[in-house]
Nanobody, 120 residues
């Protein structure tokens, strides 16, 4: 059973930084991961894409975080990271990592989430 676990969340002041990590288990060494991503859900809001990285290393960022956040991965460890700088109160929410293991059939895995709170 594939499992993802996020860590690194916490409480920071506006302008601060956090580094989120997503570790995985249960994925065979030769199983490709087609994408790794970070999503977040603000209080009372919908889950939205923050950043993702493709099999080939192409990255995408939401307009809200571009220039402040950086997504990286360790393919050997099958881990993904999110460096968050210049944090704003609107970055507050629960952050989830997501791996896409296949499209046909659809197979994606989510972590349990880690809370990020940015105070002003």
């Amino acid at each position: 059973q594939v499992q993802l676990v996020e860590s690194g969340g916490g409480l920071v002041q506006t302008g601060g930084s956090l580094r989120l990590s997503c570790s995985s288990s249960g994925i065979d060494w030769n199983t490709p991961i087609y994408s790794m991503g970070w999503y977040r859900q603000a209080p009372g809001g919908q889950r939205e894409l923050v950043a993702d990285i493709s099999y080939h290393g192409s990255t995408r960022y939401s307009d809200a975080v571009r220039g402040r956040f950086t997504i990286t991965r360790d393919r050997a460890k099958k881990a993904v990271y999110l460096q968050m700088n210049s944090l704003k109160p609107e970055d507050t929410g629960v952050y989830y990592c997501n791996y896409v293991l296949s499209y046909l059939p659809k197979n994606e895995v989510w972590g349990q989430g880690t809370q990020v709170t940015v105070s002003s």
